[in-house]
């Protein structure tokens, strides 16, 4: 945490008349300064003390009260009052008792939060899939450790990990607990820090384990032959994408789909929904259901009510007569939480600093720490017995010589000098002489020593073994594995989120309501646009336009269909045609730039109807090139209403053409010039902002002024502007070539 800055020297003063106490003064700093010294502590201090979990899978807030709940020995005891327990744990978390519960509730078998929860709760705890459920005040429960926690508090007290002091000094507390186990994948834990979030979905224990113990015989393993994928605490249905878990498990970000379970009760006409996705609550479904009724999408419901009790979740949904249950849930899952995306970023802080990590590379971190934990325990207990051998060592010198060894004692008249005497006599250290003098009187016989001096070769023995495991990554690999597997075999369960792969899906074609029918479209060079069916048309007289307009571009289409609008700023927006009302050719129609929320003096320059999105647009610019794109580069699975990058900015935009077959196309720069050339010879492109080739060889100052189809063209001698490559300049225009065509920007084109 960066230490805060003393005011600088010579900081400007601010009397300020309207500050009120004891320095009435304003003292001015840069904002620079004010953040690094009262912003950056704050910041820092949420994201390494409170809001990212760690390598163990603990926010400190969980960390403390697991610690506190095993120093009330409430692992394998009975249970005590949730208040007691809260109490306890603000000596080490000292940040109200209402944070510390609700920490606890997510802890809770009762919330059911987590896959394995860690604390045996007793009492209302609420439930995760309810957002009104409240639960109890933590007089009313009762907690104690699950059977779980056993592997997280195993080794504790073996020198696996560090202890620093608490927030007062006054007790020691763990910096992470040493589970056995990858908890940091197993349990799900979200958090929100400054300018950082933390997402970490769940995985089934045994799946787990198996990819761990994979992972340390072969760290390039293949994790997805045996991480299936997420397990969620509410059950549910997985829809499995092989690509997006791919990536989730290689970048550590990504989301994945959910839908819930559910069941047709033919005897009653009813639906019953009793697993729902992990992200959402059976309220949020009510509430967009009762919204979707009461706007009419939905009209094959005649009731739906909440019905969870004991047993379990469970939303009834009562049918109308004839109702395909398939095709309501279909529906519903398409259009409410019943089926939810659920995102991923698994943000871990790692020796103090936050990292966005891969499952591989949370696989390397959390064995890299466990190996450091068993390690560490195995050499604490290597000390151990290297210091009972020493004790023994020196027990048996006086072996030799008993009489000798009571004679000192008893000769010694200070207590003080008995171990200095009996260093001297045998030649052994302060401690060795410290464990004989202290050998009850009974003790000191032949028998009795003989019997603690045959251990020596033993331990001898036993610290040869320990040693070599310290020293030997194979040999703690193996004592991971083997704790791997024990874990497995006690806690693993099956998978509570079922996996459905999507050729199991059944595809249902989502339903189109917008109406459909023929329609007729004219855009004035202004930027408006009349929607008029054909009935009207044909009792029309001439279209209306505003003083100093005129007709741009019409088209046949249908009312379902998407307009592609092109503007000056290159930007295409995207919109139904059904969006705009029905009109007549009196009106002046929509005006296009409030319709579609342009930007502020944003003008339209082209348009066309997209269709099926096959063929290709064709971009001529002032600058001679000409550009062919695919029109599925507009294409978008959402419904986007704006793209940018529609097209290239390198040069003004003169000409646009919506080209479904290739054709001749006769281009005219402003010195009278023009060439024919055939598009086929232009290479479709999938980038829209491609510059696209140069089609005509410009003189300096001369430009491209118009670009269009021959067959709209009064040209008479084509051979003459025909290009056999490009590019190339063009012939000046014959007299008889003119005919009336008018250089324009985006000339006038019935398509």
Request: net charge neutral; charged share 30%.
């Amino acid at each position: 945490m960066p230490k805060k800055k003393a005011p600088e020297e010579g900081a400007k003063k601010v009397i300020n008349p309207n500050v009120m106490g004891l320095r009435p003064e304003v003292l001015e700093q840069p904002i620079t300064e004010t953040l690094e010294i009262n912003y950056m502590p704050y910041a820092m201090s949420v994201i390494v003390s409170r809001a990212i979990p760690e390598i163990d899978g603990f926010k400190p807030s969980h960390r403390k009260l697991l610690y506190t709940m095993y120093q009330m020995h409430l692992l394998g005891g009975a249970r005590t009052k949730s208040a007691n327990v809260v109490g306890q744990t603000m000596k080490l978390n000292p940040h109200g008792d209402a944070a510390i519960y609700d920490t606890m509730v997510r802890l809770s078998r009762g919330y059911g939060a987590l896959l394995h929860p860690f604390v045996d709760s007793k009492g209302n705890f609420g439930k995760v899939y309810s957002r009104d459920m409240a639960w109890a005040a933590s007089r009313y429960t009762e907690v104690r450790l699950d059977a779980i926690c056993g592997e997280l508090f195993r080794d504790i007290d073996q020198d696996t990990v560090d202890f620093v002091d608490n927030y007062d000094g006054k007790m020691k507390e763990p910096t992470l607990l040493p589970t056995t186990f990858p908890n940091v994948l197993v349990s799900a834990n979200q958090g929100i820090a400054v300018g950082m979030a933390s997402n970490l979905c769940g995985f089934n224990l045994g799946e787990v384990c198996d990819t761990t113990i994979a992972y340390l015989k072969d760290p390039e393993c293949d994790l997805m032959a045996t991480l299936k994928g997420p397990d969620l605490p509410t059950g549910g249905e997985l829809i499995y994408d092989e690509k997006a878990l791919g990536e989730i498990y290689r970048t550590g970000r990504g989301s994945f789909k959910v839908r819930s379970k559910w069941r047709y009760l033919k005897s009653e006409n009813l639906i019953e929904i009793y697993e729902i996705p992990y992200s959402t609550t059976s309220e949020a479904i009510m509430d967009k259901v009762a919204e979707l009724i009461k706007a009419g999408k939905i009209k094959e419901i005649a009731d739906m009510r909440d019905e969870t009790d004991l047993s379990g979740l469970k939303l009834t949904i009562d049918l109308k007569r004839g109702t395909d249950p398939d095709k309501l849930m279909a529906k519903l899952f398409r259009a409410t939480p019943l089926m939810d995306s659920q995102s991923c970023n698994f943000n871990i802080l790692i020796a103090g600093m936050p990292r966005v990590m891969g499952v591989r590379e949370i696989l390397e971190e959390w064995t890299a720490w466990r190996m450091d934990c068993v390690r560490r325990r195995v050499y604490h207990e290597m000390k151990k017995k290297e210091d009972k051998l020493h004790l023994l060592k020196g027990l048996r010198r006086i072996l030799l010589d008993i009489d000798r060894a009571i004679a000192i004692i008893r000769e010694t008249e200070e207590d003080a000098e008995v171990v200095p005497n009996l260093m001297i006599g045998f030649g052994i250290d302060q401690i060795q002489a410290e464990y004989v003098a202290d050998i009850r009187l009974r003790n000191i016989n032949k028998e009795y020593i003989l019997k603690r001096t045959q251990e020596v070769e033993a331990l001898e023995g036993e610290i040869a073994d320990l040693q070599a495991t310290v020293n030997d990554p194979k040999r703690i690999r193996k004592i991971i594995t083997k704790e791997l597997t024990d874990v497995k075999k006690k806690y693993a369960q099956p998978r509570r989120t079922d996996i459905v792969y999507e050729h199991m899906l059944e595809e249902e074609p989502q339903e189109d309501e917008t109406p459909d029918y023929p329609v007729n479209l004219f855009l004035s060079r202004e930027g408006y646009l009349k929607k008029i069916t054909p009935q009207s048309l044909r009792m029309a007289s001439d279209q209306k336009y505003k003083e100093g307009d005129g007709p741009f571009l019409q088209w046949e289409a249908t009312n379902r269909d998407e307009l592609l609008v092109f503007t000056d700023k290159q930007q295409c927006y995207k919109t139904r045609l059904s969006e705009f009302d029905d009109s007549k050719a009196s009106v002046l129609g929509d005006y296009l730039p409030t319709k579609l929320a342009m930007e502020a003096e944003e003008r339209v320059l082209w348009a066309c109807i997209p269709g099926d999105y096959s063929g290709h647009l064709l971009f001529f610019f002032e600058n001679g090139k000409a550009a062919r794109v695919e029109l599925s580069a507009y294409q978008t699975q959402t419904r986007r209403k704006k793209l940018t990058g529609a097209y290239s900015d390198k040069s003004p935009l003169v000409s646009a053409l919506l080209l479904r077959e290739d054709l001749e196309m006769a281009v005219y720069s402003s010195d009278g010039r023009c060439m024919i050339f055939h598009t086929a010879a232009l290479a479709p492109k999938t980038t829209r902002t491609t510059q696209g080739v140069n089609v005509m060889a410009l003189k300096p100052k001369r430009v491209v002024t118009d670009a269009k189809p021959l067959a709209d063209t009064p040209i008479v001698n084509l051979s003459r502007y025909r290009a056999r490559s490009l590019p190339i300049a063009g012939a000046l225009l014959r007299e008889e070539d003119r005919g009336e065509t008018q250089m324009s920007l985006l000339e006038p084109e019935n398509k």
